[in-house]
């Protein structure tokens, strides 16, 4: 592939805030547009009309925002594919729809959710894996938009390559007939993102393990319309801090901008978001964003789960304020000040700044680590502070042990 058809998307569906985990999908698609002087592209997947949340489109333009990942094309500017927003692009999946069904591989389905559910309660009695197919109706009714319009799959073994999975294989028995259009009359993820990235011209789909389960559904969707597969690259899930779980909101997905709020550098994580998962083959932690986009590659991304480690984070944004110069650290913790600095003037705050920047971690930790030198001392509080052995301020001016500490690496 020539490097300037590279043309990688970020496709979330508004459904919640952005946190670390979704976003790394964002910043992987973007690191491989941007080595390859291609195009990044960020599309809206909003059909599921039950899940959206209200601001989610603009919290996500925010953080891609702030984390510098500036894209091409996409819902908020346009761009040669437009409309970017899957909402807007209903009349974009009727023909791909009634193509299907002139060739016969799509057919209305009669049933009510409830006869469905009594088949899919049939299976789990049976302890046999729910199959629709397997209740295909023989003389289904012309579609007429009311109801699901379902695919009619070709069950069979399907191989294809990953490019971070590697060789992958199925049998039959995974391949089932999938929704493509609601009785809402809206495409389903499975069916509108396959015609997007085709029409877009999407060269890499970087998207997480959950779609790995549905991928032998799309290759046998693919094959029926005709249309050549991107390089498919699943992304290993992040896990929490602790045990096998996936890192969920409760433990500590957080989202993107309450990291911001609270003073980390947007290069320290996206430094750490390139991490879950990924590492350039070196013992090097540290990367600037040049540095990533230079040596970011998929065939290095780690096929196992990932480790969300919060101390790992707070080292690396540390690493990244000591590398600041006085100057620019000053700029950037302008608003992080306690009330009682304001009389002070910039000479002096830089000076404090000085003394903090080496154990500093996040900018919201200023007030606590700087409290000692914005107040007026008393004859008093003076022989306090440098008589007491257990002075929580000259204490931690003096504490060198976080800085040295290096957290474990991150599990690989
Ligand atoms: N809309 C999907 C999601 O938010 C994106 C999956 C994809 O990248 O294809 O999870």
Known sequence: MKSQNVRTRYAPSPTGYQHVGNIRTGLFAWLVARQAKGKFIVRLEDTDRSRLVEGADQHLLECIRILGLDHDEGFDIGGPYAPYRQSERLETYKPWAQKLIDAGRAYADPYTPEEVNAFRQQARDSKKPFLYRNHRPENPPVWDGTQPLRFKSDPKPQSWHDAVMGDLSTGPEVVDDIILIKSDGFPTYNFAHIIDDAEMQISHVIRGQEFLASTPNYINLYEALGIT??????????????????????DGAKDVLDYIREGFLPEALVNFIASLGWNDGTEQEEFSVAELIEKFSLDRVQKSGARF???????LNGAHIRKLSIDSLYEKVADFWQPSSESYDETYKKQVLGLIQERLKFFAEIPELTEFFFTEPTDASVT????DPKNKQLRKLDDTEYRDHKPPQARR
Do not use: F, V, Y
């Open 229 to 250: 597969p991107p390089i498919l690259a699943t992304m290993p899930h992040i896990l929490a801090t602790e045990g096998n779980k996936k890192l969920s909101k409760r």
């Open 384 to 387: 306090e502070l440098l008589h």
């Open 309 to 315: 480690d919060e101390k790992r984070l707070l080292w």
